[in-house]
């Protein structure tokens, strides 16, 4: 059931793309039994990582010592995106919430966010949290448009990106986008990619990540060229790594893009890819959410930020 697969492996599409692993590199299926995975959130200090299946209203945990997946909660609001802030903590996306949470070290959770001017969000999808203590999320409709990942409801708001600051207060960062998914800061924290997924309900919709600059004070965005077209499915969740590559989800596998947009490199998942993140005692392993399945490749790289 597990170790290498057949249908995985590197696609090399630019020379720069084989200097991001090692010649007997492969890719391993750590773990199978989902019905949706996403939001894949790695803890160091515990060396485990925590991820999402959301239809079966529950969050699993692969713990890197022996192996073995679990329950790490159960229900869990149709929990989406995962990360890790600079304290540790997990930071989470509800869809049945409604809202992004925190839990605490003494496994509390604490609402970060539910409304926006009085009414409710939509379903959080996808959070980051900046080195200055805020957090940055999308709220899309997914989890509202049917009961399958929460619970079926009209909309209240538009869908936004949102910035939640260390006082609480929320605030509005970008809403000209149909359907905000994924979202990741460069490494210099100088620019905000963000997916937009609308060609999920309108064939003519958007299925590319922008780029979008950050202000000077940290509290703003400005722009919002378009670093990719996805060419195979959608992206979805996506982390950059040190050197300013951006990895990315989609229904192939993971596309990895140089800093300028350029796609340089695959690597072939045999189903259809939701998100991922960088881990390990380095920061130099891929843990990669298929459709069912957990899976991990190990590279020369390494992810810019915890998570």
């Known amino acids: ?75 869990s609001n149709n929990s989406n995106g995962n990360t890790v ?45 900046k080195t200055d203590g805020t957090v940055w999320f999308t709220d899309p409709s997914y989890g509202i448009l049917s009961d399958y990942e929460g619970d079926r409801a009209d909309p209240e708001l538009p869908c936004c990106v949102y910035r939640i600051d260390i006082d609480g207060t929320i605030a509005v960062v970008a809403d000209d986008f149909f359907k905000p998914n994924g979202l990741a800061f460069s490494p210099d924290e100088s620019i905000l990619y963000i997916a937009d997924t609308g060609v999920t309900h309108d064939t003519n919709g958007p299925k590319h990540i922008r780029s979008m600059r950050v202000s000077s004070d940290g509290k703003q965005l400005d722009g919002g060229t378009v ?9 979805d969740g996506f982390r950059c790594d040190s050197a300013g590559r951006l990895w990315s989800s989609a229904a192939d596998g993971v596309h990895c893009y140089s800093a300028d947009g350029t796609l340089i490199g695959k ?31 190990y590279l020369t790289v390494n992810g810019c930020a915890p998570g």
């Open 85 to 129: 802030d600079y304290c540790g903590r997990l930071v989470s996306c509800e869809h049945l919430g409604r809202r992004v949470t925190r839990t605490e070290f003494d496994g509390s959770l604490s609402v970060l966010a539910d409304s926006f001017e009085g009414k409710r969000l939509n379903s959080p999808n996808d959070v980051v949290v």
């Open 227 to 235: 670093f990719a077209e996805c060419t195979e499915g959608v992206f």
């Open 1 to 75: 059931m597990f170790g290498e697969l057949e249908g995985c492996g590197f696609e090399v599409l630019h020379e720069s793309f084989a200097q991001c692993f090692v010649g007997h590199a492969r890719v391993e299926r750590l773990w199978t039994g989902a019905r949706w995975s996403e939001g894949p959130a790695w803890f160091a200090a515990g060396r485990y990582l925590v991820w999402s299946d959301i239809p079966n209203n529950r969050m699993l945990r692969w713990d890197e010592t022996d192996g073995v997946v679990s329950e790490f909660r159960s229900p």
């Open 267 to 297: 690597v072939r998942i045999p189903e259809i890819v939701s998100n991922v993140t960088f881990g390990g005692a380095k920061r130099n392993r891929l843990f990669i959410c298929g459709t069912t399945s957990l899976y991990s490749v």
